[in-house]
Nanobody
Framework: QVQLVESGGGLVQVGGSLRLSCAAS????????MGWHRQAPGKQRELVAE???????NYADSVKGRFTISRDVAKNMVYLQMNSLKPEDTAVYYC??????????????WGQGTQVTVSS
């Protein structure tokens, strides 16, 4: 079993910055990709950013130039640096990963989510 735990959310003013962290633990053989999604009240969950094991990144158009995803492969962690935050960035942010377990089985765990609130 693989678990993801996010941290770093909170309340920030418009234009401010936050850094989210996500730690993966458990029966991990290889993490293929890690990423971040978010879900605002009344809206569907959407991709924010993702990074493959090869370092390729993909961002939602709404966050390009403001958010940066990074990984510490040795520590099984992924980060999301969020700058120039806007009220529309307010959401619960979820970490997710594509993982092969030590049994060679693929799994796609999600974290419990961390709230980000941007006040105007």
């Amino acid at each position: 079993q693989v678990q993801l735990v996010e941290s770093g959310g909170g309340l920030v003013q418009v234009g401010g910055s936050l850094r989210l962290s996500c730690a993966a633990s458990g029966n991990i053989f290889k993490i293929v990709a890690m990423g971040w999604h978010r879900q605002a009240p009344g809206k569907q969950r959407e991709l924010v950013a993702e990074m493959t094991g090869g370092g390729k990144t993909n961002y939602a158009d709404s966050v390009k130039g403001r958010f940066t995803i990074s990984r510490d492969v040795a520590k099984n962690m992924v980060y999301l640096q969020m700058n120039s935050l806007k009220p529309e960035d307010t959401a619960v942010y979820y970490c997710n990963a594509d993982v092969f377990t030590t049994r060679g089985l693929p799994t796609g765990p999600w974290g419990q989510g961390t709230q980000v609130t941007v006040s105007s």
